[in-house]
């Protein structure tokens, strides 16, 4: 069914959903279901390009907080192992994660999965209950095979049957809901062959590479393992590409900047995961003004404890001028739209475009929070941060209609985790 919603401060007619979840015009019909956006800014679904929907289920985990990069990771694989991650968890979290990204405006997920305990398979049922969870929700997700000191052929091995199993070649669903793409967690924990038997996969089966660099550990790791930085090492190992994608990108130096504009990389900035980890501000703008495609994400919960990736928007707002110049609010949502899609090589999505996916959000600028507000669209991000949209679409279909979840009660997601959760956890 189409669906029609009101003119927004953001766009200047209706947008009309056709049957296949694409905008087919910007022009009212009259037997469309209509929603009602007035007082409303319309804009295309957020985009968060960098989650781990696994720590979901581990938010606020005791040792996590204030501790270096060194201490933390040992800390997150011990509460992974108390709690036993298995398909059933993986479903749990990644419903409760996503269900939070809907009821924040986040239309689209690229999940880095980097936990892949023993077992016998090849790691195909993880991936499907996280998909599953998309699906029964009514969200986008981007599911990464990444690596984290994984066996290089194991990783490479599960990587490929992942995206035989759920993706055609190209890496996405003809209804663009479900992607796949390939991601060693970065040169701190992945060698040379891990980067290039998935650089293999990724070619193979036409997937996006993702990756994450100059966090704290991996910087002072490249140089005692290897003498470099880490963009040198993955230049020499192939990964600075137009299909590569890199995450986090702290102090990185002028050169390190002309050199990954002239790689043809997409930069994604997770100010919400870097600063509480004492990383810093990566130099976004300056990517930007180099040329090089800047999207957004929140990265996941055991170092940003919230999925809100408009409040993220905000921080980077507040946080640029430390690391640069100045940045608008449109700016940052197209950080947050356009330029996360971008990085996952989906011009389909982050647009209101005849021909682009029907993914849309409405958000009310009519509460006291915008009272005052002159500019609405920039008073998304610097008034009321934590505010939710009233209606959220996403190919056509209204998931989120006047601030409630339609897909999947919000309490039953809330009460599954939960309950898994005190059940599994020590006492």
Same mark, same amino acid.
């Given at each position: #069914? ?28 009259? @037997?469309?279901? $209509? ?22 289920? +581990?938010? !606020?985990?005791?040792? /996590?907080?204030?501790? =270096? #990069?060194?201490?933390?990771?040992? !800390? #997150? ?31 689209? $997920? ?32 981007? +599911? ?28 996405? /669903? ?20 891990? +980067? ?14 993702? !990756? ?17 930085? =880490? ?36 930069? /994604? ?14 130099? #976004? ?19 940003? @404890? ?7 928007? *905000? ?32 011009? @389909?999505?982050? *647009? ?44 056509? *279909? ?8 339609? !897909? ?18 020590? *006492?």
């Amino acid at each position: #069914m189409a669906v029609v919603t009101g003119a927004g401060d953001e766009v200047p007619a209706d947008v009309v959903c056709g049957d296949d979840g694409r905008v087919t015009s910007l022009e009212a019909a009259a @037997d469309a279901e $209509v929603l009602d956006a007035s007082g409303c800014v319309v804009t295309p679904g957020l985009v968060n390009a960098h989650h781990h929907l696994l720590q979901t289920a +581990f938010r !606020t985990l005791p040792g /996590t907080r204030g501790v =270096p #990069m060194a201490q933390w990771l040992p !800390t #997150m694989a011990a509460g992974y192992a108390a709690v036993g991650v298995d398909d059933e968890l993986v479903h749990a979290a990644a419903a409760a994660g996503l269900a939070e990204a809907l009821l924040c405006g986040v239309t689209t $997920v690229a999940d880095h999965h980097l936990t892949w305990p023993a077992r016998t398979d090849d790691g195909v049922g993880l991936a499907s209950a996280a998909a599953t969870a998309a699906r029964e929700l009514g969200a986008r997700l981007v +599911f990464v095979r990444g690596s984290a000191r994984d066996d290089p052929e194991t990783a490479a091995a599960s990587a490929a049957a992942i995206a035989a199993a759920l993706v055609p070649h190209g890496g996405v /669903t003809d209804d663009g809901v479900l992607q796949v793409a390939v991601g060693p967690a970065g040169v701190h924990s992945d060698g040379e062959r891990t +980067f290039a038997l998935l650089a293999e996969v990724a070619a193979a089966h036409g997937l996006r590479r993702r !990756t994450q660099a100059n966090e704290q550990v991996d910087v002072v790791v490249a140089q005692e393992r290897h003498g470099r930085r =880490p963009l040198q090492l993955l230049d020499e190992w192939g990964w600075l590409a137009p299909d590569v994608t890199l995450a986090h990108l702290c102090g990185i130096t002028d050169t390190e900047v002309t050199r990954l504009a002239a790689a043809g990389v997409t930069a /994604t900035h997770a100010p919400g995961c870097d600063l509480p980890m004492g990383w810093g501000v990566a130099p #976004m703008t300056a990517l930007a003004d180099a040329g090089v495609p800047v999207g957004l994400g929140t990265s996941g919960g055991g170092s940003n @404890d919230a999925g809100h990736l408009l409040a993220d928007a *905000r921080l980077a707002l507040q946080v640029a001028p430390l690391a640069g110049r100045p940045v608008s609010a449109r700016e940052v949502l197209g950080w947050a739209t356009r330029g996360s899609a971008d990085g996952l090589g989906r011009a @389909d999505l982050g *647009r209101l475009a005849v021909g682009a996916r029907a993914d849309l959000v409405c958000w009310d600028v009519t509460g006291v929070a915008d009272a005052g507000v002159a500019d609405p669209v920039a008073g998304l991000l610097w008034a009321s941060p934590g505010r939710r949209p009233r209606h959220v679409v996403v190919g056509g *279909r209204v998931v989120v209609r006047d601030g409630v979840l339609q !897909t999947v009660p919000e309490d039953d997601v809330s009460a599954r985790l939960r309950d898994l959760l005190t059940a599994r956890r020590p *006492r």
